[in-house]
Structures are given as structure tokens and as C-alpha cells.
């Protein structure tokens, strides 16, 4: 049972353009959504977090939307750059419900040049 | 701050054999984890530990065994290695879980990439 889904396994995007990669889950407890950026042969690195009292958070380039209803998330990378290709993993916990984060399966980011 | 460190990155093993991936890291994190990383799926909890000397079982468990003496090191032991067991195998670590966000980010090592043949 996939509580967090990331349907697209792969995007291809040019440089400058925008890259939208999304994120669905099932659990309606999850409270605390982030997103992990992997290049290969390193392990995840945290990108950006939003809480699910926001709808929407923003660091530089890249902004995290929230829709609770649809229980759905994106991450949104505008401009895209070639070094931002790696895979891109979504995760979401309950902040209360202690250390278990359920991650998605991953979208793999090529920006061409 | 050298963060999260594993050994080795790649490790080939026959059917019944062990070995220990080793994990340490220095930023004096309570919480550390394994997680294994399948082809197409996300990442799975193995096991984790709160604290020096106490740990738990996570998703997927079965054919592994951890240890938590110190607070800096958690070694995952493979004791009699299957095929199923062929992954990448990521141990991370966060300040806490329950904290909000400035604590219970997980900070990753680079994986180790084991193939049971």
C-alpha cells in the first residue's frame, strides 16, 4: 500500500523552463511534507519542507504547493537548471506520530542544457 | 562535520554469507536509521534506533539485525545473505522525530550498494 505516491518516473525539462513534479498521498494524518534531492552514487539531501498549515512555501526556486484537499503536493523549480538533475524523492510524516516518514518512489529530473 | 558516513559503497556477497554495514555520524544525532532503496520504489525502513541501546524494527526487518552501543554508530549485520536482499542501503540520522521541522530532518550518508548472487 503506497501511502505516497509519485506517479511520473522521469521529466525532461529545458533550461530556463519550469519543472513541476508531483506528489500524491492517502493518509490524511500526514502533517509535514518534504522533498529530498538525490544525485547518483550520494545519498538524499533535504530540499525544502512545507507544514499542512501552509499551502505554500518558497526557498529561492524552489516552491512547495500544498492542496489538502486533493491530498496532493509539487514541487516547482523555476528557472531550471541542468545541475538541478537528480531524482527528487517526496516524503511525509505526522509530526506527532514520531520518526516514521514514508517516502514516494522518486522522480528522476533531466534539465537539458 | 563529516555528517553521515557508510562502509563500504559496494559490496558483493554469495548466498549465507555476512557481513556489517557500517554507519557512524557526528553531528551527536538521538535518532539514526537504516532504509534499503529497491529499483522503481521509495525508501523502506529497515530498523532505527532512539537513543545508545535502544532500537526497533522498522518496515522490512527480516534478515537483519542492528546494534546502537554508542551514540555516534549503528552497524546493520546481514547474517545469512539472500538474493532478495540485493539493494542500496542508505543510513540516515535526525537531530529528533517528534520536534517539527528544525529537528527531525534526516540527514542521509551516500549509500552502500550490495549484490547477493
Known amino acids: 500500500d503506497q501511502q505516497v505516491k509519485q506517479n511520473s518516473p522521469s521529466l525532461s525539462v529545458q533550461e530556463g523552463r519550469i519543472s513541476i513534479l508531483n506528489c500524491d498521498y492517502t493518509n490524511s494524518m500526514f502533517d509535514y511534507f518534504l522533498w529530498y534531492k538525490k544525485y547518483p552514487a550520494e545519498g538524499p539531501t533535504f530540499l525544502i519542507s512545507?507544514?499542512?498549515?501552509?499551502d505554500k512555501n518558497e526557498d529561492g526556486r524552489f516552491t512547495v504547493f500544498l492542496n489538502k484537499s486533493a491530498k496532493h503536493l509539487s514541487l516547482h523549480i523555476v528557472p531550471s537548471q541542468p545541475g538541478d538533475s537528480a531524482v527528487y524523492f517526496c516524503a511525509a510524516k505526522n509530526v506527532r506520530g514520531g520518526f516514521k516518514t514514508i517516502f514516494g518512489a522518486g522522480t528522476r529530473l533531466f534539465v537539458k542544457a | 562535520n563529516a555528517g553521515v558516513t557508510q562502509t563500504p559503497k559496494f559490496r558483493i556477497l554469495k548466498i549465507g554469507q555476512s557481513m556489517t554495514l557500517q554507519c557512524a555520524q557526528d553531528?551527536?544525532?538521538?535518532?539514526m536509521y537504516w532504509y534499503r532503496q529497491d529499483p522503481g520504489m521509495g525508501l523502506k525502513l529497515i530498523y532505527y534506533s532512539v537513543g545508545a541501546g535502544i532500537t526497533d524494527k522498522g518496515e522490512v526487518p527480516n534478515g537483519y539485525n542492528v546494534s546502537r552501543s554508542t551514540t555516534e554508530d549503528f552497524p546493520l549485520r546481514l547474517e545469512l545473505a539472500a538474493p532478495s536482499q540485493t539493494s542500496v542501503y542508505f543510513c540516515a540520522s535526525s537531530l529528533q522525530a517528534s520536534g517539527g521541522p528544525s529537528t527531525d530532518t534526516q540527514y542521509f550518508g551516500p549509500g552502500t550498494r550490495l549484490t547477493v548472487l
Open positions: 553531528m551527536n544525532h538521538n535518532y
Open positions: 512545507i507544514s499542512s498549515i501552509k
